[in-house]
């Protein structure tokens, strides 16, 4: 990919979400997970505002990132898909047998006049 958007100095793995790493998540493919790996903590950080872009693709970055409109820069068009899959994977539907007796009370301190 040709952009002029630093790279990270350390690979991101997104462990503290995808407990497997991003490349075994299922929301990315090859590249998408590679690019992140790479440019992840640097997009984490312009978007988060804990770094000021140097550069023209880092500013634009930031502005489509920020915009409700959607992303025609690629890395922007990545990071959006990368916070859906984040609040995606925070989803969890757990199906657990409970009894009547559990959730109702027997005793109700209601009066009624």
Avoid: C
Wanted: aromatic letters at 12%; a neutral charge; charged letters at 20%.
């Amino acid at each position: 990919m040709n952009t002029t958007i630093r790279k990270g100095k350390v690979p991101f793995y997104g462990d503290h979400v995808f407990t497997h790493g991003i490349s075994r998540s299922g929301f990315f493919n090859k590249r998408e997970s590679e690019e992140l790996l790479m440019y992840g903590h640097t997009l984490s950080a312009l978007a988060n505002g804990t770094l000021t872009p140097e550069n023209a693709d880092e500013q634009l970055f930031i502005d489509q990132i920020s915009s409700s409109e959607p992303a025609t820069f690629y890395l922007a068009t990545l990071w959006k898909k990368y916070l859906a899959s984040v609040m995606k994977s925070k989803m969890h539907h757990g199906f657990a047998k409970s009894s009547a007796r559990s959730t109702f009370s027997q005793n109700n301190d209601l009066e009624f006049a």
